[in-house]
């Protein structure tokens, strides 16, 4: 398997524009988890599904923000309009749920500049 | 909340052995997990230890929990350079499937 799939791994844009981050977990994957990375914040959780349904988006910082899975194979995280604080490094994770010592598996991340 | 803290930085020399520390705030997490992130890359599970272990010892690495404290630590004997990355500490959040993560521990080695 090649693991949690994200694109576009860079990703600069300027404020006011739309910007979509994609994810492919990995297959058979039940839960799928969007987390965002900053030094100040750390790694936040953002929203998480389950069977392709947002269990929790309390995470989510503003109405700016919207994710959707439309299959098990495919989750969007999208940012409208996008702003400068917004700069920051998205990993999308996948857990197969029912091993949980395993837990989660992580994509390479999109790092996403906003100017 | 919880709420899950670590150290922001350690410096060791190659071939000393690195601690990282990691005080949590949910007594009833049922696993706690170390986390390794290199750079540009996505986090990687390194080892995990359920609540009811004291230890746990996988090659170079010990995990160490003392749960009255809720101090958890991860231990790198022999540290190389390939060991240079973020280290996160993890709790469960009970009944959900959520992890909570720490700031992350960035763990440099030099020769």
């Known amino acids: 398997d090649a693991g949690v799939i994200q694109s576009p791994r860079h990703e600069v844009t300027e404020m006011g524009q739309e910007v979509t981050l994609r994810c492919k977990p990995i297959s058979g994957h039940n839960s799928l988890f969007w987390y965002r990375q900053t030094m100040m914040r750390g790694l936040e959780l953002l929203i998480y599904?389950?069977?392709?349904?947002?269990?929790?988006d309390s995470g989510m910082p503003e109405d700016r923000f919207s994710a959707k899975m439309p299959n098990a194979s495919f989750s969007t995280l999208k940012i409208q309009p996008s702003e400068p604080r917004d700069s920051a490094v998205y990993f999308c994770?996948?857990?197969?749920?029912?091993?949980?010592?395993?837990?989660?598996?992580f994509g390479s991340g999109t790092q996403l500049s906003v100017l | 909340g919880e709420d899950v803290e670590q150290s922001l930085f350690l410096s060791v020399r190659e071939g000393d052995s690195s601690v990282i520390n990691c005080t949590y705030t949910?007594?009833?997490?049922?696993?706690l997990y170390w986390y390794k992130q290199e750079p540009g890359a996505g986090l990687q599970l390194l080892t995990y230890?359920?609540?009811?272990?004291d230890m746990k010892q996988d090659q170079r690495l010990t995990v160490l929990l003392n749960k009255k404290d809720k101090h958890l630590s991860l231990r790198i004997a022999d540290t190389q350079t390939g060991d240079s990355a973020i280290y996160f500490c993890a709790e469960e959040e009970v009944n959900t499937d959520k992890l909570i993560f720490g700031t992350g521990t960035r763990l440099q080695v030099f020769p």
């Open positions: 949910d007594s009833s997490s049922t696993y």
């Open positions: 994770a996948s857990s197969p749920r029912t091993v949980r010592n395993e837990k989660l598996f």
């Open positions: 230890i359920f609540s009811n272990m």
């Open positions: 599904f389950n069977n392709n349904v947002p269990i929790d």
